[in-house]
């Protein structure tokens, strides 16, 4: 075995990489399957809406508080630091502008999500995955309730619903922590302030792009929870290594997700 | 189905969430300014807008008077036709000029509208006669090095 050595562990190496490689594909096409069938099957979770509220108030309500002190802050200190910038140029009257860009366009739909993912994602994928440990989700099979529908849909379309409006919220409270900071605390004028934010911020152009936004990743971050707890291992580890997997592929499709959406939006033609 | 306390608090939280897109619609983004002013439509010929964008202020004495609504191109007198919307609250007479400017060294480019002595007012969609175009960087600074050059000609002549 010693002159086949190297050639035989190459060839385990080769061996083991195909293999990932083709369950990974497997799973990926697991997991659009998953979402189709969620997506046919998902009229209880629209009929009996009850459901979905419940699984709303655990997945948004629930997230309002990170979500509204985290926008405070970031706003604050994107005033602080580009006042920092903008007064090199003597424009610290553009202060406006700035904090208001970057929160709808960007920073509004990319940090709520990804806060959203590892407060409510996790929380879902945990939930989820704890119900398939325990026998629960089979348990249902057995008594002829579906699952996918009854668990997985309102689950899935409660972090739809959640994710736009706590975005918008998100950039709501950071616009205002920003005005905190740039009026009462280091003295911008205050007409200034709004009036170039109201000018160069665009209805179509910026904020409804940032919905559209925060809609999409509401739903990459809700397929992936829910994804991962149904196809987590029922065991404690298992549950452990899903709810951990949700938080690193959310937090990575949403950051991949944006660099596409911002290059579709925002780089299209207007020449801004 | 019944009622019960996670409801009222589901439902503070989209009324919440469509408050804050709300805010960001009309506070930030400015959706309510103008729409529901009246205003009338001034045209304007100018040989060079230079950056001037859409929605751009039009300012007289520095006060926002109206915004600019459409830039076309006129394709028999090659010039730019800049409409702009002025509030019906102001006035101006018929042989106002009307200047591209810029607020700042790099800030945006807006209009500027200086009144003239005519005692006919403007109406919805009368021409402003008067305009002078936006300053081109290049072309002052060209200007500028022809100017030298031909000043360098003219002491080389007088040394001859």
Redesign the interface.
């Known amino acids: 075995m010693a002159e086949g050595g190297p050639v035989a562990d190459l060839r385990q190496g080769l061996e083991r990489l195909g293999r990932t490689f083709t369950a990974k594909i497997w799973r990926l096409g697991f997991a659009a399957r998953f979402l189709a069938y969620l997506v046919l099957h998902s009229g209880v979770a629209l009929r009996?809406f009850?459901l979905t509220?419940?699984e709303?108030?655990f997945a948004?309500?629930l997230s309002?508080i990170i979500i509204l002190i985290s926008g405070l802050f970031v706003g604050m200190v994107l005033g602080l630091q580009g006042y920092e910038t903008l007064q090199r140029?003597?424009?610290s009257e553009a202060l406006g502008i700035l904090v208001?860009l970057s929160l709808?366009r960007e920073l509004g739909p990319v940090v709520a999500g990804l806060l959203f993912a590892s407060r409510a994602g996790s929380a879902i994928t945990a939930e989820i995955g704890l119900m398939k440990a325990t026998e629960q989700i089979a348990a249902m099979e057995m008594m002829a309730v579906d699952p996918i529908a009854r668990v997985v849909a309102p689950r899935f379309w409660a972090g739809v619903?959640?994710m736009?409006?706590?975005a918008?919220?998100f950039?709501?409270?950071g616009?205002f922590g920003g005005y905190l900071v740039a009026v009462p605390l280091i003295g911008v004028d205050q007409g200034a302030f709004?009036?170039q934010?109201?000018?160069s911020?665009?209805?179509r152009e910026?904020?409804l792009n940032g919905?559209i936004k925060s809609i999409v990743f509401g739903i990459a971050v809700s397929w992936i929870a829910v994804f991962e707890g149904y196809d987590a291992p029922p065991t404690a580890e298992g549950v452990s290594g899903a709810t951990t997997r949700t938080v690193v592929t959310s937090s990575l499709a949403i950051l991949a997700l944006d660099f596409v959406l911002t290059a579709l939006m925002f780089t299209g033609g207007n020449g801004r | 189905m019944k009622r019960s306390t996670i409801d009222a608090w589901v439902g503070a939280f989209v009324a919440l969430g469509l408050a804050g897109l709300l805010f960001l619609a009309l506070k930030v983004g400015n959706l309510a300014s103008f729409s529901t002013d009246q205003t009338y439509q001034v045209l304007a010929k100018f040989a060079n807008i230079g950056g001037l964008k859409v929605r751009a202020p039009v300012k007289s004495a520095g006060v926002v008077v109206g915004r600019v609504a459409e830039v076309r191109f006129d394709n028999e007198t090659y010039e730019a036709i800049v409409t702009l919307n002025l509030s019906a609250r102001f006035q101006f007479p018929k042989d106002t000029a009307a200047k591209i400017l810029t607020s700042g060294l790099l800030g945006e480019q807006y209009v500027g509208l200086e009144a003239g002595g005519d005692g006919v007012m403007l109406k919805n969609g009368d021409r402003l006669r008067l305009t002078q175009s936006a300053v081109v960087l290049e072309n002052l600074i060209s200007q500028f090095l022809f100017s030298k050059a031909a000043e360098g000609k003219d002491e080389k002549g007088a040394k001859k």
Do not use: E
Request: avoid cysteine.
């Open positions: 009996r009850g509220i419940r709303i108030y948004g309500v309002l140029y003597g424009s208001a709808v619903i959640s736009p409006l706590l918008a919220l950039s709501a409270m616009i709004w009036s934010m109201q000018a911020v665009d209805v910026d904020i919905v």
